[in-house]
């Protein structure tokens, strides 16, 4: 028997020829015969959390470049192995200079589509988007940052559907915590403090027309009123203790607020929102879900 003793050496010299490429095995494109299980469709295929910074646009017109994480996937079919795995990230990098809303996502799917040979595709793009917030009394100002998604698929039939995910946080003083806390006050002279605690709306909104992040954290704002704060003095938490007399709320009464808000946006097409009280009474939290409740629609 020949011993052929492999060398372990790393040439650095060493360049790739077509002809050499076209020797090397390429087993993603080989023959159905290689499909290991059941020669089925795969629904989505592709990478999770590949990251570079994008460009975004602002409501005025200013461009923020902020680090996003990217999901990338497409549809593969029956009969094939595989998909050219790289081309998920070669195909975005196409895009990497130009600046991402919403709609930029349909023209990266299709290119997708294209690329990898496939029927579907789905991208979703998460990021971290800073928006500075004024304080409620003092002149103070500072950033708040709120965790954004932008998510996009591309049927086999061109139907394209965009969505922008958003967490909103808030405080929410309970009301029945409240009456009882008065009615420990009048009725025996005793002093009592309701409950309150951070709370965090998740929202996924299906778009119908453009709306930027600013757009969607004023909606929560109007709908709450009493997000967490960034800069505050005295006179500003003095502010927010009024605030949250004047605005309690069960877990049920942030969900119909917000719901009362988005429902009357035309920007909006669909929608589904969980709202998380963390309760300070609890080590659980108080849940709710709402949705628009179109035909067909989030739930
Ligand atoms: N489809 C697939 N590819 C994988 C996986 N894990 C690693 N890969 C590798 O991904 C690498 C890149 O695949 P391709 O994008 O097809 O590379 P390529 O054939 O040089 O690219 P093209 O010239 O565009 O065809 C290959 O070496 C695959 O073996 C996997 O789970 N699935």
Do not use: W
Request: glycine share 4%.
């Amino acid at each position: 028997m020949i011993s052929t003793t492999l060398k372990r050496y790393y040439d650095p010299t060493f360049t790739v020829s077509q002809d050499y490429k076209a020797s090397m095995p390429d087993l993603q494109n080989g023959p159905a015969s290689l499909i290991e299980g059941a020669n089925v469709p795969i629904q989505q295929v592709g990478i999770s959390n590949f990251k570079l910074p994008l460009k975004y646009p602002r409501p005025d017109g200013e461009i923020i470049t902020l680090e996003t994480s990217v999901d990338g996937y497409v549809g593969l079919d029956m009969d094939k192995k595989g998909i050219n795995m790289s081309r998920i990230m070669r195909t975005f990098y196409k895009y990497k200079d130009e600046v991402f809303h919403p709609d930029k996502l349909e023209e990266i799917l299709q290119a997708y589509k294209d690329d990898l040979h496939s029927n579907s595709g789905y991208l979703r793009l998460s990021f971290n988007y800073p928006i500075l917030k004024e304080s409620l009394r003092s002149d103070l100002e500072g950033y708040q940052y709120y965790n954004v998604s932008y998510e996009a698929t591309l049927d086999d039939e061109g139907n394209f559907k965009k969505f922008v995910h958003m967490d909103f946080e808030y405080s929410s003083a309970c009301p029945c915590s409240y009456e009882l806390s008065e009615h420990a006050k009048e009725s025996r002279g005793i002093d009592a403090i309701p409950h309150s605690q951070r709370s965090v709306a998740n929202l996924t909104v299906e778009l119908e027309d453009e709306l930027f992040v600013e757009d969607m954290v004023q909606l929560c704002r109007d709908a709450l009123m009493t997000e967490t704060q960034v800069m505050v003095k005295r006179e500003d938490e003095q502010a927010f203790a009024e605030m949250n007399a004047a605005f309690q709320k069960f877990v049920e009464d942030a969900a119909r607020l917000l719901y009362d808000e988005l429902d009357d946006d035309d920007r909006i097409q669909d929608f589904v929102i969980r709202c998380v009280h963390m309760e300070s009474l609890h080590s659980h939290d108080a849940v709710s879900r709402i949705c628009k409740g179109v035909p067909n629609g989030l739930r």
